[in-house]
């Protein structure tokens, strides 16, 4: 495995730290590291596993006393028969000396949590975002942006910052442009805006995660390298 995909990998493992250490809890089993956000889906109680021998039955006991389901996210290339596949998730790295920024667009720091969560659920209509935002608004280590066109909110997006196995990381996630106003650089100029202030404040490595081809190209634009990812399974 290369030193990138090594680190991407990692830090994605220390941003989902961050968000169990705000919401629910965080903690490390053999093989395994473990985050609750206490929300009832899986896909926001997640166990990275970092070896084949991982503790499953320390991470079922750990979930079972907070009441949610859970999902693991799995590294592509390791055998993996506990629970059901859900599907593959892609990520992305830059670093410091790859970073082309597009050009600038009207990104602010995030001011009114209604107006977020307002966009979030018009551009992606995923529940319990709401949930979500509210718990890690204003809180430490996260950064929330609104982009606007012709002095109208359009667009969000939020930064985790991370210092854990990884190094000074930054993840950035929740990037959604309200549909009118797509199409138009806000994406990339938003993603672009957080990862600069987290450069700027010593991060040395950003990443994320494309939910699909046009995602990836537009963060290949401003530098990011794809490596292999993670199968995302429920457990059963």
Not at 215 to 224: I, N, P, Q, S, V
Request: aromatic residues 10%; proline residues 7%.
């Amino acid at each position: 495995m290369d030193s990138l995909t090594s680190r991407v990998r990692t830090a994605h493992g220390d941003a989902w730290q961050v968000h169990g250490a705000l919401r629910a809890g965080a903690e490390e089993r053999p093989g395994i590291r473990l985050m609750a956000s206490g929300l009832g889906h899986p896909q926001w109680n997640n166990a990275d596993i970092t070896a084949p021998d991982a503790d499953m039955d320390a991470a079922a006991a750990w979930y079972a006393t907070r009441g949610v389901p859970w999902g693991m996210r799995v590294p592509r290339e390791l055998e993996w028969s506990r629970g059901s596949m859900l599907f593959y998730k892609r990520l992305m790295g830059l670093e410091p000396a790859a970073f082309v920024p597009p050009p600038a667009a009207d990104v602010r720091v995030a001011d009114d949590l209604d107006t977020v969560v307002t966009i979030d659920a018009a551009a992606f209509g995923t529940d319990p975002a709401g949930a979500w935002l509210t718990a890690q608004f204003d809180a430490p280590r996260f950064e929330t942006a609104l982009g606007y066109l012709d002095g109208e909110p359009v667009a969000t997006g939020y930064s985790v910052r991370s210092d854990g196995r990884a190094g000074p990381c930054l993840y950035v996630a929740g990037v959604g442009v309200l549909p009118h106003a797509r199409r138009r650089g806000l994406g990339a100029a938003l993603t672009a805006w957080l990862i600069a202030r987290g450069f700027e404040q010593g991060a040395t490595l950003a990443h994320l995660h494309p939910d699909d081809d046009g995602a990836a190209r537009l963060y290949e634009r401003l530098g990011f390298v794809e490596v292999p990812g993670f199968n995302v399974f429920v457990n059963q």
